[in-house]
């Protein structure tokens, strides 16, 4: 079991490979370890690319450059491939790979979407508009849209992020939004949408909605207001009530929890900021934290949460900010 002080990706695929990579490269590897290794990533096609992605980031110099830059900061530094094991004392090398990994995977994502989309928004921006049929849509931060509003069909593909949806009545032409594990379909209410690799989330202010899993369409939910779901791969999830005013806080440029994870709070507020913001210690990342914050600063939030949780904050160039 890792010491709460390890540090921690949030994606468990990319959290692994980590591991793997500070393992195979910290000491020669028995027979016995690489074919665990191999059977890990043989297990998944993404194991296997993220492990790659992470190899070929792990030799570039700015990764170097970014560990330099914690050490100058007061970081606890080893270098990438330190021999150590476990992981504690090399989370700054981990860190920086991780830095890496996550602008690289985001640039090629970022170029096909923009090609697609019609409407898109830039991160900590946020877009209202009039669609074809006189409904409304509000685009939060970093996120894009494809329309479908020929021959009266009302469809929308949310391709990234998250939108509300201020829908104009007509029974004879239902208002459909799909993401990527599920489509929404309605005749006229007020809901919102988003959408990441992990799932989809479905919240009903006013109104009416009935959600369809995608692609296979073997199961539907129907939502009342005060309600959401979430859609994954696999499933739909159970129907839960929500507090839409929370959730909503967003198209009021707010953001509104209570008694959540330190590290879901930021996984939030960091859709508003255009850097990484790394969590360096997972004893931090846990800790419960409320607060009801504008959205115009979220760096200043980010600082905010971070002193209230007695972590400091590094912040390297291009504005990645590292809590440890």
Do not use: C
Not at 156 to 176: N, S, T, Y
Not at 222 to 227: A, F, N, R, S
């Amino acid at each position: 079991m890792r010491d709460a002080e390890t540090y921690m990706h949030a994606d468990p695929v990319t959290d692994a490979a980590l591991d793997w990579l500070l393992r195979l490269q910290s000491s020669p590897a028995d027979d016995a370890e690489r074919a665990r290794f191999e059977q890990w990533r043989g297990q998944n096609p993404r194991h296997a690319e993220t492990y790659s992605r992470l190899v070929i980031l792990g030799a570039m110099p700015e990764l170097e450059a970014a560990t330099q830059q914690l050490a100058r900061q007061g970081g606890e530094i080893l270098p990438f491939r330190a021999p150590a094991r476990p992981r504690v004392g090399l989370w700054a090398g981990a860190i920086a790979a991780t830095i890496l990994l996550a602008v690289g995977i985001q640039q090629y994502p970022g170029l096909m979407i923009g090609w697609q989309a019609d409407y898109h928004t830039a991160t900590g921006s946020k877009q209202v508009l009039d669609l074809p049929d006189g409904s409304r849509m509000t685009l939060n931060t970093a996120s894009a849209v494809a329309l479908d509003f020929d021959n009266g069909r009302r469809s929308v593909r949310l391709l990234q992020g998250e939108a509300f949806f201020d829908v104009v009545p007509d029974a004879a032409h239902p208002f459909k939004v799909a993401g990527h594990f599920s489509e929404v379909e309605v005749k006229g209410t007020g809901f919102s949408v988003r959408t990441d690799d992990q799932q989809d989330l479905v919240v009903l202010q006013h109104g009416a909605v009935q959600v369809v899993h995608l692609p296979d369409r073997a199961s539907t939910a129907h939502l009342d207001p005060g309600q959401s779901i979430s859609a994954t791969a696999s499933s739909l999830s159970p129907v839960l009530s929500v507090n839409t005013e929370n959730a909503l806080a967003w198209l009021e440029g707010r953001i509104v929890f209570t008694e959540r994870q330190l590290s879901s709070v930021l996984d939030e507020i960091g859709r508003y900021y255009p850097s990484p913001v790394i969590i360096a210690n997972n004893r931090i990342g846990q800790m419960l934290v409320s607060g009801n914050y504008r959205l115009t600063d979220p760096e200043g939030t980010i600082r905010s949460l971070a002193s209230a949780a007695g972590a400091t904050v590094s912040r390297l160039p291009g504005g990645i900010l590292i809590l440890q």
